[in-house]
């Protein structure tokens, strides 16, 4: 692909050249706002703009830190999918020489140790908070993000109702989730063609007699791996990770002309 010119920041930032040249140049600060100089830097940052000192700075920068950012879980079920989903991650990110820092909150929302911050399922305005204050790629896994700057890793649910259907048949089975996904996700889910639950630890129980799809490991041991009734299509595996280890390499390079939203089968 050429070479990003500054005529391509200013239209992928919606402003003009003078502004985008304002912005990277720290000059005239009182022609533009705080929110237009944090789009066109998060721009700068996406296609490594060149030539540019921010995005010298960022090459220069490498810590092979990675903050994993996850809400902080209540049920037994959600800290037992939260650790799956962390041992697939951290065994992808760590044989590749990073270091994997798990937060379930961060004090300081302004972050300069590390190379990218992965969201697990944070909810839109808040993974839009820490992007307006952070130019180091912030990716989302299990959490849509209505913004095509941001590299987001999904669960192909239409490829799991699939399954389901091949072994069920349409309209004879309940898709039972614990509950992991930013609100954009749940509302995305209830277009699918069957029923839709989120499991909390004992209400498991209310599935009994019922054919079950699940994509969580927990769920599945606790209704029976042996029960023909239930269809495991898991959410966290080694391709899961691999598709964010790609993404994650995207980013910090990054890679232009390419989709950022990848849904994992």
């Known amino acids: 692909m050429e070479k990003v010119t500054i005529k391509d920041i200013a239209r992928l930032s919606g402003v003009s050249v003078a502004t985008v040249s304002y912005v990277i140049n720290g000059k005239h600060e009182d022609r533009y706002t705080a ?19 921010i995005a010298q700075s960022f090459a220069l920068s490498k810590s092979n830190n990675v903050i994993l950012l996850t ?4 049920t037994v079920l959600q800290k037992a999918e ?8 951290s065994k992808a990110f760590e044989s ?12 300081n929302t302004r972050i300069d140790m590390a190379d990218a911050v992965i969201c697990m399922g944070l909810e839109e305005n808040e993974f839009l ?5 952070n130019y180091v790629p912030l990716l989302s896994v299990d959490g849509i993000i209505h913004d095509e700057l941001f590299f987001q890793v999904l669960q192909d649910f239409d490829y799991v109702v699939a399954r389901g259907e091949e072994k069920f048949g349409k309209n004879n089975f309940t898709l039972a989730l614990v509950d992991l996904y930013n609100q954009a996700v749940k509302d995305e889910l209830k277009n699918l063609p069957c029923e839709v639950v989120y499991i909390r630890d004992s209400e498991f129980r209310n599935l009994a007699g019922r054919n079950i799809v699940t994509v969580n490991n927990s769920l599945h041991k606790l209704y029976g ?10 959410a966290h595996t080694e ?3 691999n598709a964010l280890i790609d993404c994650f390499y995207k980013a910090t390079e990054r890679v232009q002309g390419i989709t950022h939203t990848v849904r994992v089968r």
């Open 82 to 89: 939260s650790y799956d989903a962390l041992r697939h991650i």
């Open 129 to 133: 908070r820490l992007a307006h204050e």
């Open 239 to 241: 391709s899961k990770a």
């Open 225 to 234: 791996e042996n029960n023909d009734n239930i269809l495991l299509v898991p």
């Open 71 to 74: 809400e902080k879980h209540e």
């Open 35 to 53: 929110d237009t100089k944090r789009k066109i830097l998060q721009i700068v940052n996406l296609y490594n703009f060149q030539p540019s000192r």
């Open 96 to 107: 590749l020489g990073y270091n994997l820092i798990i937060r379930t909150h961060l004090e």
